[in-house]
Structures are given as C-alpha cells and as structure tokens.
C-alpha cells in the first residue's frame, strides 16, 4: 500500500497546481454534470452529487460554478454528453493501472490513453484485465504530525475504519462505503486534519517494485491523471519507502 498512499498524497499536492489553473475545476464539473443527470440535481437525494458538491467544494470552486454544473446535468441548462468508461491496463512491471473516464468522445479518448500506456512502457488491456483487483473503499489520510497514533487509531476504529496505517509522514485511514460518512464526521468533530478523504479504489493485493520502477509508474499515473477526461487513476504498486521521497 505504500505507493498507493503516496500517490495519493502526490495527487493532493498536485491538485493545488491544478485548481490555480482551473483543470481541477474542469473535471469537478464534469463530474458533477453525470452525477446530477444520473440521479437528480438535489444532493440531499443523490448521494453521488453530494459526494462530487463536497470535492468541489474542497477545492474552492465557486457556488455559482457548482450551480450551473447541476443544472447542465439536469437539463436546465445546455452541455455535452460525457460518457463513464474505465480502462484498464499495466505499467512498468507489471503494475495494474485502471482510471475511471468522463468523455463525450469515446473515439479521441481511447487512443490517446493508449498512447500514454504504451509511451510509459506499459500497455492498455481488455476490459476486466485489472479492475478484479480494486475495491471500492472510503479513504482518509491524515497528516502524522502532532497526532497521537493510539488515540487517532482509537478515534478511527470506533468510527468504522477497517484498517489503519502509518504510510510515511500520515496515517492512512480504510473504510467500507456505508461508514466513510460517518467516520468523516467523527475526524471533523474531534478537529482531525485531513489531507484528503474520498471514496478510492483500493487494490487487494500489490506488485513490489524498485524505486527506478516506481518512478517510472508514478510517472504513468501523473500524465495520465493530467490528462483532460481523466477522473480518477488507481494502481496496485509497492516501492520501498526510502525511494518514495525521491518521485516527488
């Protein structure tokens, strides 16, 4: 899980680079147009809206920016159709990479994943090829500093983790989906600070890789996450801790 938690904490610093250049805002929005078109445009009733609203909200985008992407995704307003594909393959060493896609053009999106796959020494699969490896899981990583490890582990384990870690300079924090709101709740109560808390994919099991390797796979995961239809990408890849601060 190590390279797992430290991409995760990679994409939270790089998602302050990508606010300041509003490519974050622009995914968010997409996010929030299917989420609204799916299931409604009230997050009281649509659990997935409320999710999406929440990240948006954690990225500081503007209300009146939320607003119209709900209402693009309702119909009030006029938008793209976006489609939800997954696709799936393996970087270097074997590593099983899967990132989740919003796209309204399946035709120009699927050559150019490829294309990144196989510039990083990797390859895109067939469908199903890795996602059996990845379950959905609510994911909270908490900044290790000032935390009393014991208490924290406590706090999380009443709460409805499933897991608890110490990943580097945090504390990695796993639950089912039907507890991720309510252990949330219980870490802003107690006043926790969080780097990040959302509903991921977790992989079952990992590939171990050296830290060369590693670069090389953390360097897949950032082009491919920077690319525009991108949502979200997930890998199953472990690298040694003492290379982990060198592929930042």
């Known amino acids: 899980m190590a390279g797992h938690s430290h991409w995760a904490g990679i994409k939270h610093k790089k998602a302050l ?18 989420a609204a078109k799916t299931g409604g445009g009230d997050p009281t009733q649509n659990l997935r809206l409320r999710y999406a609203i929440d990240d948006a909200k954690a990225a ?23 489609e939800e594909i997954v696709y799936e393959g393996y970087g270097p ?32 699969g ?4 890795v996602a059996w490896i990845f ?3 609510g994911l909270v ?23 608890f870690k110490k990943a580097g300079n945090a504390f990695e924090i796993i639950c089912e989906m039907s507890e991720f ?18 509903l991921t994919c977790i992989p079952s099991n990992t590939v171990d890789v050296d830290g060369e390797t590693g670069r090389k796979v953390i360097k897949l995961l950032e082009i491919l996450d920077d690319h525009d239809d991108v949502q979200q ?11 982990l601060s060198d592929a930042e």
């Open 126 to 129: 067939a469908t199903n090829c």
């Open 233 to 243: 990408v997930y890998a199953n890849f472990s690298m040694p801790e003492e290379a």
């Open 93 to 124: 060493g074997g590593v099983a990479v899967m990132c989740e896609i919003l796209t309204d053009k399946r035709t120009r999106t699927a050559p150019e994943i490829r294309k990144i796959f196989e510039m990083a020494d990797g390859k895109m």
């Open 135 to 137: 379950d959905r899981r």
């Open 60 to 82: 500081n985008m503007p209300n009146d920016t939320i607003d119209r992407a709900v209402k693009k995704g309702t119909g009030d307003l006029d938008s793209d159709n976006y």
């Open 181 to 198: 709101e309510g252990l949330k709740a219980a870490l802003t109560d107690a006043k926790i600070p969080m780097d990040s808390a959302q």
């Open 141 to 163: 990583i908490v900044p290790a500093a000032g935390q009393d490890e014991d208490a924290l582990m406590e706090l999380a384990l009443e709460n409805g983790a499933s897991d």
């Open 17 to 34: 680079i990508d606010n300041k250049r509003g490519k974050l805002w622009g995914k968010l929005s997409k996010l929030i147009i299917v």
